[in-house]
């Protein structure tokens, strides 16, 4: 272990975990300005000078905010496929981590895994690569379909992940429709801007259909997200504006349900007894 000068310290190459100055770092911050770095980060030798950092970026960045100029690092001698290994497990338990994060995690870390196992004579580059995504599962505490199912979303374009992170596009949905052509998800997101709506899963699961078939045009795409979800049929909106001319201004959002469900219980009533006459 060693005190590296943070300018010394280099971020890992593709490095699939955001740093984000959000409430987070500034507690670590805070922490750092009283107690100092706890754990050690970990680093390897850049051939072409200092340290590329492995684990440990979110803590070089609140050093930065700290005003520290130097950190501790663990050096170690790592291959390619070994650091990022480390980098992956090091990070991927943080219960804060967005889609995106996961899935380039997932995918960076399952490559390292089958390039080991064609490097090993023991087994099968089919066999390695299933043992390697059981591993991956295992290691995360998920199921194997669920890394691979994390994994697509890495095939999604800029926009629409960023509406996954944003948990303005639904995971499921966000799956299939990762397997539309690059073009076909711009359009995509044209429609959805259209429409001012984001596909259910079984949109998604018919706009993936089509694409397959060869028949998602852009009247197909816009027939599909035109049609109105059964969520929204069965939904009855009343605006706020509109019901507060019928109430005291005194009323709460509760109160007038309340009176609202009072008001209905009675009219159903009155309903019945005119229905037996």
């Given at each position: 272990m060693q005190e590296i000068p943070l300018d010394q310290l280099k971020p890992f190459k593709n490095h699939p975990f955001k740093v984000r100055d959000d409430q987070r770092m500034l507690d670590t911050v805070d922490s750092i300005r009283?107690?100092?770095?706890?754990?050690?980060?970990?680093?390897?030798?850049?051939?072409?000078g200092g340290y590329e950092l492995i684990s440990g970026h979110r803590r070089k960045r609140g050093c930065e905010m700290a005003g520290l100029q130097t950190m501790p690092v663990i050096i170690r001698n790592l291959d390619d496929d070994a650091a990022v290994l480390v980098m992956v497990d090091s990070n991927i338990q943080r219960e804060e981590l967005l889609p995106s994060e996961r899935a380039f995690a997932y995918e960076m870390k399952l490559e390292a895994l089958k390039h080991q196992g064609a490097r090993s004579d023991?087994?099968?580059?089919?066999?390695?690569?299933?043992?390697?995504?059981?591993?991956?599962?295992?290691?995360?505490?998920?199921?194997?379909?669920?890394?691979?199912?994390?994994?697509?979303?890495t095939e999604l374009i800029s926009?629409?992940?960023?509406?996954v992170d944003?948990?303005?596009?639904?995971?499921?949905?966000?799956?299939?429709?990762?397997?539309?052509?690059?073009?076909?998800?711009?359009?995509?997101?044209?429609?959805?801007?259209?429409?001012?709506?984001?596909?259910?899963?079984?949109?998604?699961?018919?706009?993936?259909?089509?694409?397959?078939?060869?028949?998602?045009?852009?009247?197909?795409?816009?027939?599909?997200?035109?049609?109105?979800?059964?969520?929204?049929?069965?939904?009855v909106?009343?605006?706020?504006?509109?019901?507060?001319?019928?109430?005291?201004?005194?009323?709460t959002p509760k109160q007038m349900e309340q009176t609202i469900i009072k008001l209905l219980d009675v009219w159903q009533k009155q309903r019945q007894k005119n229905q037996e006459r």
């Open positions: 009283e107690y100092g770095v706890l754990v050690p980060a970990i680093a390897r030798p850049d051939p072409e023991l087994t099968s580059m089919q066999v390695a690569q299933k043992l390697s995504v059981q591993k991956v599962g295992d290691d995360a505490g998920v199921s194997k379909d669920q890394v691979r199912r994390f994994i697509r979303l926009e629409l992940l960023d509406m944003e948990r303005k596009l639904a995971f499921n949905p966000a799956v299939e429709v990762s397997y539309l052509k690059r073009d076909e998800q711009r359009m995509l997101l044209e429609a959805m801007d259209a429409e001012q709506t984001t596909p259910s899963l079984s949109q998604a699961q018919r706009l993936k259909k089509f694409s397959q078939e060869g028949r998602l045009t852009e009247e197909a795409m816009s027939a599909i997200m035109s049609e109105e979800k059964k969520s929204d049929m069965d939904k909106t009343l605006r706020s504006d509109t019901l507060r001319r019928y109430f005291p201004k005194s009323y």
